[in-house]
């Protein structure tokens, strides 16, 4: 849940980018942290270890303008990828109001993805949110490496395997080009804030 500062009439929104390991979490946050620099009020923090990208998040709040004469700020974070910080993940997801799910469309990532989305359901529960309420947009990242021969999961088998249930927002994209990572951060904002306003006034 957003956390709301009635004296200075503020409300922080938390939303988090989830998904398996070396999906491409932190390069979307990276983009969006060189392309919206003058939007970012502070510096984002990366904390990388030997075997993972991102061992706790990254932290890239910035102003969105007022709802109702709240001014509206917004917190990037990650959580690591890899199986063994599901702890950290399970952490960082404490509060969270919006959720950008990051596939790997690489084919032998396939059962990495399936396996990362039922563990973020799982994660949610010990939180009482559910994978089906929270403001949630699914993302097809790494779509350019088929230029390179890498074999890629058509987007009609990604929505399968992962949103075929959920039915949210889903792009294709590619968080080292930039391609669709704005779009998809714009949308999860809006869903986000559409949320909040329905809870908070």
């Given at each position: 849940?957003?956390?709301?500062?009635?004296?200075?009439?503020?409300?922080?929104?938390?939303?988090?980018?989830?998904?398996?390991?070396?999906?491409?979490?932190?390069?979307?946050?990276?983009?969006?942290?060189?392309?919206?620099?003058?939007?970012?009020?502070?510096?984002?923090?990366?904390?990388?270890?030997?075997?993972?990208?991102?061992?706790?998040?990254?932290?890239?709040?910035?102003?969105?303008?007022?709802?109702?004469g709240y001014d509206?700020?917004?917190?990037?974070?990650?959580?690591?990828?890899?199986?063994?910080?599901?702890?950290?993940?399970?952490?960082?997801?404490?509060?969270?109001?919006?959720?950008?799910?990051?596939?790997?469309?690489?084919?032998?990532?396939?059962?990495?993805?399936?396996?990362?989305?039922?563990?973020?359901?799982?994660?949610?529960?010990?939180?009482?949110?559910?994978?089906?309420?929270?403001?949630?947009?699914?993302?097809?990242?790494?779509?350019?490496?088929?230029?390179?021969?890498?074999?890629?999961?058509?987007?009609?088998?990604?929505?399968?395997?992962?949103?075929?249930?959920?039915?949210?927002?889903?792009?294709?994209?590619?968080?080292?080009?930039?391609?669709?990572?704005?779009?998809?951060?714009?949308?999860?904002?809006?869903?986000?804030?559409?949320s909040i306003q329905?809870?908070?006034?």
């Amino acid at each position: 849940m957003s956390f709301i500062n009635l004296k200075e009439k503020v409300v922080q929104v938390k939303i988090v980018y989830y998904g398996p390991g070396r999906c491409g979490k932190t390069t979307n946050l990276e983009y969006i942290n060189r392309t919206f620099r003058n939007q970012i009020v502070s510096e984002m923090v990366s904390l990388k270890t030997h075997g993972d990208r991102t061992l706790f998040f990254d932290f890239l709040p910035f102003n969105m303008g007022k709802i109702k004469g709240y001014d509206i700020k917004i917190q990037l974070y990650t959580v690591p990828g890899q199986v063994k910080y599901n702890a950290t993940r399970k952490l960082v997801l404490r509060g969270v109001d919006g959720l950008v799910f990051v596939a790997d469309a690489m084919t032998k990532q396939r059962e990495k993805n399936i396996r990362s989305l039922n563990q973020l359901h799982e994660n949610l529960l010990s939180y009482k949110e559910s994978i089906f309420k929270i403001p949630l947009v699914m993302q097809y990242n790494k779509v350019d490496l088929k230029e390179h021969g890498i074999p890629i999961l058509p987007t009609e088998v990604l929505r399968k395997d992962l949103n075929s249930r959920l039915q949210v927002p889903d792009f294709e994209a590619s968080a080292v080009t930039g391609y669709n990572v704005a779009t998809t951060l714009k949308k999860i904002i809006a869903q986000t804030i559409i949320s909040i306003q329905k809870k908070l006034f």
